[in-house]
């Protein structure tokens, strides 16, 4: 994330055993933790949402003020198209943030999808999905 820093890069290699033949979503809106990804996670599908917005290290919030309409909608689609996705996941691999203003370890996202995760119910509820 470029709002919050994190220490992705031995999440990755932490998990990458397990995830062999595998896939894993990543969601950040920032691109080198995508590019990390690709470039290490050698057996494993990489994947993506489409519409990555490329914001040059500004935080995601900060960014939407900086654009129009537009893009600040496109902006918000894509954060809930991954809230969504990662919701629906089998498996989330979270990763705490580096010592921060607000001592919080894991930033507001992130906790989001982690609840919704655990509670898929929601998800379906709101996209009218119940079975």
Same mark, same amino acid.
């Given at each position: ?12 290699? $932490? ?26 996670? $050698? ?14 290290? #500004?935080? #995601? ?18 954060? #809930? ?51």
């Amino acid at each position: 994330s470029s709002d919050y820093q994190t220490d992705y890069q031995p999440v990755f290699a $932490k998990i990458h055993r397990e995830l062999m033949g595998k896939r894993l979503l990543v969601c950040s809106d920032d691109y080198q933790v995508l590019a990390h990804a690709k470039a290490t996670l $050698k057996g494993v599908e990489v994947l993506e949402l489409p519409n990555f917005v490329q914001t040059n290290g #500004i935080p #995601i919030a900060h960014y939407a003020l900086r654009v129009g309409a537009n893009e600040r909608y496109q902006l918000t689609l894509k954060a #809930i198209s991954d809230l969504i996705a990662l919701a629906q996941a089998d498996k989330l691999f979270l990763t705490k943030i580096k010592k921060n203003l607000y001592g919080v370890e894991y930033s507001g996202f992130t906790m989001l999808s982690a609840i919704l995760s655990q509670n898929k119910g929601i998800v379906a509820h709101l996209m009218g999905l119940r079975g």
